[in-house]
Protein backbone atom coordinates (compact mmCIF):
# COMPACT_ATOMS: atom_id res chain seq x y z
CA UNK A 1 0.00 0.00 0.00
CA UNK A 2 2.95 1.94 0.80
CA UNK A 3 4.68 1.94 -2.80
CA UNK A 4 0.79 2.39 -4.15
CA UNK A 5 0.22 5.68 -2.52
CA UNK A 6 3.66 6.90 -3.40
CA UNK A 7 2.88 6.02 -6.92
CA UNK A 8 -0.26 7.63 -7.03
CA UNK A 9 1.38 10.68 -5.61
CA UNK A 10 3.52 10.93 -8.41
CA UNK A 11 0.96 10.64 -10.65
CA UNK A 12 -1.14 13.70 -9.14
CA UNK A 13 2.52 15.99 -9.27
CA UNK A 14 3.95 17.60 -11.78
CA UNK A 15 6.56 20.36 -11.82
CA UNK A 16 5.72 23.76 -12.80
CA UNK A 17 6.88 24.45 -16.72
CA UNK A 18 8.46 27.90 -15.66
CA UNK A 19 10.37 27.76 -12.18
CA UNK A 20 10.28 23.90 -11.97
CA UNK A 21 7.98 23.99 -8.44
CA UNK A 22 6.34 20.44 -7.28
CA UNK A 23 2.53 21.00 -7.62
CA UNK A 24 0.21 18.67 -6.77
CA UNK A 25 -2.96 18.27 -8.10
CA UNK A 26 -6.17 16.23 -6.76
CA UNK A 27 -9.55 17.86 -7.81
CA UNK A 28 -10.53 20.50 -10.38
CA UNK A 29 -10.20 21.87 -14.08
CA UNK A 30 -6.99 22.26 -15.99
CA UNK A 31 -5.99 25.99 -15.45
CA UNK A 32 -3.23 25.60 -13.04
CA UNK A 33 -1.66 28.66 -11.12
CA UNK A 34 1.96 28.12 -9.95
CA UNK A 35 1.70 29.68 -6.24
CA UNK A 36 5.55 30.43 -6.37
CA UNK A 37 6.16 32.28 -9.68
CA UNK A 38 2.42 32.61 -10.71
CA UNK A 39 2.58 31.12 -14.06
CA UNK A 40 -0.34 29.78 -15.80
CA UNK A 41 -0.50 26.97 -17.67
CA UNK A 42 -2.62 23.68 -18.86
CA UNK A 43 -2.21 20.57 -16.20
CA UNK A 44 -2.27 18.27 -19.27
CA UNK A 45 -0.02 19.29 -21.67
CA UNK A 46 1.79 21.49 -19.46
CA UNK A 47 1.88 24.55 -22.41
CA UNK A 48 0.69 28.08 -21.91
CA UNK A 49 -2.91 28.61 -20.73
CA UNK A 50 -3.23 31.38 -22.74
CA UNK A 51 -3.32 31.80 -25.66
CA UNK A 52 -5.08 28.49 -27.35
CA UNK A 53 -6.92 26.53 -24.08
CA UNK A 54 -10.49 27.59 -24.20
CA UNK A 55 -11.28 24.18 -22.27
CA UNK A 56 -11.05 23.91 -18.43
CA UNK A 57 -11.82 20.65 -18.50
CA UNK A 58 -10.28 18.99 -22.08
CA UNK A 59 -6.74 19.24 -23.52
CA UNK A 60 -6.79 17.18 -27.04
CA UNK A 61 -2.98 17.49 -27.19
CA UNK A 62 -2.42 15.44 -24.27
CA UNK A 63 -5.70 13.73 -22.33
CA UNK A 64 -4.89 10.36 -24.40
CA UNK A 65 -1.51 9.96 -23.14
CA UNK A 66 -2.15 11.03 -19.68
CA UNK A 67 -5.21 9.04 -19.79
CA UNK A 68 -3.60 5.61 -21.17
CA UNK A 69 -0.52 6.63 -18.50
CA UNK A 70 -3.31 6.52 -15.77
CA UNK A 71 -5.07 3.63 -17.03
CA UNK A 72 -1.75 0.93 -17.37
CA UNK A 73 -0.92 1.55 -13.62
CA UNK A 74 -4.36 0.68 -12.28
CA UNK A 75 -4.61 -2.53 -14.61
CA UNK A 76 -0.42 -3.61 -13.34
CA UNK A 77 -2.24 -2.79 -9.82
CA UNK A 78 -5.23 -4.71 -10.15
CA UNK A 79 -3.15 -7.53 -11.39
CA UNK A 80 -0.67 -7.91 -8.90
CA UNK A 81 -3.22 -7.31 -6.42
CA UNK A 82 -5.05 -10.05 -7.52
CA UNK A 83 -2.14 -12.56 -8.09
CA UNK A 84 -1.49 -11.91 -3.97
CA UNK A 85 -4.93 -12.74 -3.16
CA UNK A 86 -4.96 -15.91 -5.03
CA UNK A 87 -1.63 -17.14 -3.79
CA UNK A 88 -3.32 -16.59 -0.14
CA UNK A 89 -6.07 -19.28 -1.46
CA UNK A 90 -3.31 -22.14 -2.64
CA UNK A 91 -1.51 -21.09 1.21
CA UNK A 92 -4.63 -22.30 3.12
CA UNK A 93 -5.36 -25.21 0.75
CA UNK A 94 -2.52 -26.63 1.07
CA UNK A 95 -2.64 -25.70 5.40
CA UNK A 96 -5.97 -27.91 5.24
CA UNK A 97 -4.89 -30.43 3.37
CA UNK A 98 -1.94 -30.77 5.35
CA UNK A 99 -4.03 -32.08 8.44
CA UNK A 100 -5.18 -35.03 6.48
CA UNK A 101 -3.51 -37.95 8.49
CA UNK A 102 -0.28 -38.45 6.73
CA UNK A 103 -0.36 -41.99 7.59
CA UNK A 104 -2.92 -42.56 4.80
CA UNK A 105 0.52 -41.92 2.21
CA UNK A 106 -1.79 -41.25 -0.79
CA UNK A 107 -0.64 -40.37 -4.01
CA UNK A 108 -3.23 -37.76 -4.42
CA UNK A 109 -2.42 -36.07 -0.71
CA UNK A 110 1.17 -35.85 -2.14
CA UNK A 111 0.19 -34.36 -5.54
CA UNK A 112 -2.18 -31.29 -3.95
CA UNK A 113 0.62 -29.99 -1.54
CA UNK A 114 2.71 -29.99 -4.15
CA UNK A 115 0.05 -28.11 -6.67
CA UNK A 116 -0.28 -25.76 -3.55
CA UNK A 117 3.48 -25.37 -3.45
CA UNK A 118 3.92 -24.66 -6.86
CA UNK A 119 0.26 -22.55 -6.98
CA UNK A 120 1.97 -20.19 -4.28
CA UNK A 121 5.41 -20.09 -6.09
CA UNK A 122 3.47 -19.04 -9.04
CA UNK A 123 1.52 -16.59 -7.92
CA UNK A 124 4.38 -14.88 -6.43
CA UNK A 125 6.01 -14.59 -9.42
CA UNK A 126 3.25 -13.11 -11.48
CA UNK A 127 2.53 -10.61 -8.85
CA UNK A 128 5.81 -9.31 -8.79
CA UNK A 129 6.08 -9.65 -12.60
CA UNK A 130 3.52 -7.54 -12.96
CA UNK A 131 5.68 -4.37 -10.99
CA UNK A 132 8.83 -5.11 -13.30
CA UNK A 133 6.97 -5.27 -16.69
CA UNK A 134 4.89 -1.72 -15.49
CA UNK A 135 8.42 -0.50 -15.13
CA UNK A 136 10.08 -1.92 -18.27
CA UNK A 137 7.38 -1.60 -20.69
CA UNK A 138 9.64 0.08 -23.12
CA UNK A 139 12.03 -2.48 -23.61
CA UNK A 140 13.14 -4.84 -26.06
CA UNK A 141 13.50 -7.62 -23.65
CA UNK A 142 9.74 -7.27 -22.10
CA UNK A 143 8.69 -9.36 -25.37
CA UNK A 144 10.48 -12.46 -23.75
CA UNK A 145 9.07 -11.54 -20.74
CA UNK A 146 5.96 -10.67 -21.51
CA UNK A 147 5.58 -14.14 -23.51
CA UNK A 148 6.91 -16.22 -20.15
CA UNK A 149 4.64 -14.90 -18.13
CA UNK A 150 1.71 -15.02 -20.04
CA UNK A 151 2.14 -18.48 -20.11
CA UNK A 152 2.81 -19.18 -16.83
CA UNK A 153 -0.57 -16.97 -15.73
CA UNK A 154 -2.61 -19.90 -18.52
CA UNK A 155 -1.14 -22.61 -16.54
CA UNK A 156 -1.51 -21.40 -13.17
CA UNK A 157 -5.15 -20.55 -13.82
CA UNK A 158 -5.53 -23.94 -15.23
CA UNK A 159 -4.10 -25.63 -12.26
CA UNK A 160 -6.00 -23.43 -9.97
CA UNK A 161 -9.46 -24.27 -11.63
CA UNK A 162 -8.55 -27.57 -11.24
CA UNK A 163 -8.01 -27.92 -7.95
CA UNK A 164 -11.43 -25.90 -6.77
CA UNK A 165 -13.40 -28.05 -9.04
CA UNK A 166 -12.02 -31.24 -7.83
CA UNK A 167 -11.59 -30.50 -3.91
CA UNK A 168 -13.90 -27.54 -3.16
CA UNK A 169 -17.17 -29.60 -4.63
CA UNK A 170 -17.95 -31.09 -1.50
CA UNK A 171 -17.44 -30.47 2.92
CA UNK A 172 -14.97 -33.38 3.66
CA UNK A 173 -11.80 -32.56 1.52
CA UNK A 174 -10.28 -36.00 3.02
CA UNK A 175 -12.76 -37.67 0.70
CA UNK A 176 -12.46 -35.80 -2.05
CA UNK A 177 -8.78 -36.29 -2.07
CA UNK A 178 -8.96 -39.72 -1.66
CA UNK A 179 -11.43 -39.94 -4.27
CA UNK A 180 -9.31 -38.02 -7.07
CA UNK A 181 -9.78 -39.37 -10.15
CA UNK A 182 -6.20 -40.45 -12.34
CA UNK A 183 -7.33 -37.97 -15.08
CA UNK A 184 -7.28 -34.94 -12.79
CA UNK A 185 -4.42 -36.03 -10.62
CA UNK A 186 -2.31 -36.61 -14.49
CA UNK A 187 -3.48 -33.20 -15.65
CA UNK A 188 -2.72 -31.69 -12.73
CA UNK A 189 0.92 -33.07 -12.59
CA UNK A 190 1.28 -31.50 -16.65
CA UNK A 191 -0.06 -28.57 -15.04
CA UNK A 192 3.20 -28.49 -12.44
CA UNK A 193 5.60 -29.32 -14.69
CA UNK A 194 4.43 -26.46 -17.38
CA UNK A 195 4.54 -24.39 -14.70
CA UNK A 196 8.06 -24.97 -13.02
CA UNK A 197 9.46 -24.91 -17.11
CA UNK A 198 7.63 -21.41 -17.17
CA UNK A 199 9.26 -20.12 -13.94
CA UNK A 200 12.43 -21.96 -14.68
CA UNK A 201 12.53 -19.22 -18.24
CA UNK A 202 11.59 -16.38 -16.19
CA UNK A 203 14.55 -16.93 -13.67
CA UNK A 204 17.03 -17.71 -16.62
CA UNK A 205 15.56 -14.45 -18.23
CA UNK A 206 15.79 -12.35 -15.63
CA UNK A 207 19.51 -13.38 -13.87
CA UNK A 208 20.25 -13.00 -17.75
CA UNK A 209 19.16 -9.08 -17.59
CA UNK A 210 20.78 -8.58 -14.11
CA UNK A 211 24.32 -9.96 -15.35
CA UNK A 212 24.28 -7.94 -18.62
CA UNK A 213 23.25 -4.68 -16.43
CA UNK A 214 25.48 -5.25 -13.88
CA UNK A 215 28.25 -7.02 -15.55
CA UNK A 216 28.20 -10.27 -13.76
CA UNK A 217 29.86 -13.09 -15.84
CA UNK A 218 26.86 -15.52 -17.15
CA UNK A 219 26.83 -18.87 -14.82
CA UNK A 220 28.16 -17.38 -11.46
CA UNK A 221 24.19 -17.27 -9.97
CA UNK A 222 22.74 -20.25 -9.83
CA UNK A 223 19.17 -21.20 -8.27
CA UNK A 224 17.71 -24.45 -7.18
CA UNK A 225 14.52 -25.25 -8.54
CA UNK A 226 12.16 -28.24 -7.52
CA UNK A 227 11.61 -30.90 -9.72
CA UNK A 228 8.00 -32.71 -9.53
CA UNK A 229 7.43 -36.01 -10.94
CA UNK A 230 4.52 -38.61 -11.85
CA UNK A 231 4.05 -41.07 -8.96
CA UNK A 232 5.06 -44.38 -10.49
Known amino acids: ?18 CQAQIEKNEGCLHM ?35 RQEKK ?9 FHHQAKDFAVNLENKVSSINEALQMKSLTFVIDACKILAQARKVLAYSCVYSYYNQETEKMDVMEQQTEALDLHTNALQ ?13 ASCVRLLKPEHLNTGLE ?24 RIPVG ?4 PVRKYHKPT
Open 220 to 223: TIFF
Open 73 to 81: FQDYNERCT
Open 33 to 67: TCAKCNHGFCWRCLKPWKPTHKDYYNCSAMVSKAA
Open 191 to 214: LIRRIQERLLAILQHSTQVLCQNH
Open 161 to 173: ILLEETLLQCTDL
Open 1 to 18: MEAQSKHLAKLISKRCPS
